[in-house]
Nanobody, 118 residues
Framework: QVQLVESGGGLVQAGGSLRLSCAAS????????LGWYRQAPGKQRELVAS???????NYADSVKGRFTISGDNAKNTVYLQMNSLKPEDTAVYYC????????????WGQGTQVTVSS
């Protein structure tokens, strides 16, 4: 059974940093893409960053140069280091695991709130 548990959200001032963690169980990192999505009030959920095959990373243009996704294979945990935070980064952040093999199931964590004050 796949389980994703996020932590690390909170309130931070603009320009500050936060690190989100996603503890994953029941998955093999080699055959999943692990990603962070976010959803702000009134907006669609959007991809923030993802890592596939432990090496290939992808970032939304809005976070390039500020956010870094990484993984700790020993702990089965994926991190999102967020620096130079802006008020527009305020959202609920969700961890996602996308299975690369058919039927390509998607799994989601419960979400963690990130609020950036100006």
């Amino acid at each position: 059974q796949v389980q994703l548990v996020e932590s690390g959200g909170g309130l931070v001032q603009a320009g500050g940093s936060l690190r989100l963690s996603c503890a994953a169980s029941g998955i093999n990192f080699d055959i999943y893409t692990l990603g962070w999505y976010r959803q702000a009030p009134g907006k669609q959920r959007e991809l923030v960053a993802s890592v596939s095959g432990r090496l290939s990373t992808n970032y939304a243009d809005s976070v390039k140069g500020r956010f870094t996704i990484s993984g700790d294979n020993a702990k089965n945990t994926v991190y999102l280091q967020m620096n130079s935070l802006k008020p527009e980064d305020t959202a609920v952040y969700y961890c996602n695991a996308h299975h690369l093999i058919w039927p390509r199931n998607d799994y989601w964590g419960q979400g963690t709130q990130v609020t950036v004050s100006s």
